[in-house]
């Protein structure tokens, strides 16, 4: 049975920062992994989806890596802003049948 | 294009009351999905739907339920409300199969249950 867990739960930190969110898997046969940013009360928003055949996906100032062999994921979120407040999640395929099985999130806020 | 349209996107019911929510998927996409989203418990997965099929269903009593139309749009419908259904009720979807395909959500629609 897939389990995903996300570190840290919450995060805050300055304007401009780089940082780095954690997802980790516990079953490595996946299709994909998919990162999505949520606002509060809305609906998910798809960041990067990267397939198990490759290593990263790059959009903007977002880079999401994947190790299966390892059941981690990493999402880069490179010189942070104020908009980027907001829950990120990550969601693995089950392989033991067809849903999705989501992380509890991150919740970032970056302070002006 | 358009995206996931869900409707209605608030709503408030009493308990033992049922409810109706919709999902329009993006066009061409065959596959619906549902989850559950509450603060305690996360998003959890409800059911899917692809080709007017139900492909695979979470673990939930069987007040919940839903359907897929030719068009692709679904309906889930809870039965005898209870206090704890109030949630946000997401759907997404997928070109393929969810756990192939990259998953496109609604806005969801809020469900209060007083």
């Known amino acids: 049975k897939q389990e995903v867990t996300q570190i840290p739960a919450a995060l805050s930190v300055p304007e401009g920062e780089n940082l780095v969110l954690n997802c980790s898997f516990t079953?490595?046969?996946?299709?994909?992994l998919q990162w999505f940013r949520q606002d509060p009360g809305k609906g998910l928003t798809s960041l990067l989806l990267?397939?198990?055949?490759?290593r990263e996906q790059t959009s903007g100032r977002l880079n999401a890596s994947l190790d299966k062999s390892s059941g981690r994921s990493t999402l880069y979120i490179a010189a942070s802003q104020p908009g980027d407040s907001a829950t990120y999640l990550c969601?693995?395929?089950?392989?033991?049948?067809?849903?999705?099985?989501f992380g509890a999130g991150t919740r970032l806020f970056v302070k002006a | 294009k358009a995206g996931v349209t869900q409707t209605p996107r608030y709503l408030i019911k009493t308990r033992g009351q049922q409810v109706t929510l919709s999902c329009s998927p993006i066009s061409g996409h065959r596959s619906v999905s549902w989850y559950q989203q509450t603060p305690g418990q996360g998003l959890q997965f409800l059911f899917e739907?692809?080709?007017?099929?139900?492909?695979n269903k979470g673990n939930f009593p069987g007040r919940f339920s839903g359907r897929q139309f030719s068009n692709s749009r679904s309906e889930m419908n809870v039965s005898t409300l209870e206090l704890g259904d109030s949630a946000l009720y997401l759907c997404?979807?997928?070109?393929?199969?969810?756990?192939?395909?990259?998953?496109?959500f609604g806005e969801g629609s809020r469900l209060t249950v007083l």
């Open positions: 969601a693995v395929p089950n392989t033991g049948g067809f849903k999705t099985i």
């Open positions: 990267i397939q198990s055949s490759q």
């Open positions: 079953d490595s046969a996946i299709y994909n």
């Open positions: 739907y692809f080709s007017e099929t139900q492909r």
């Open positions: 997404a979807s997928s070109l393929t199969l969810s756990n192939t395909g990259e998953l496109f």
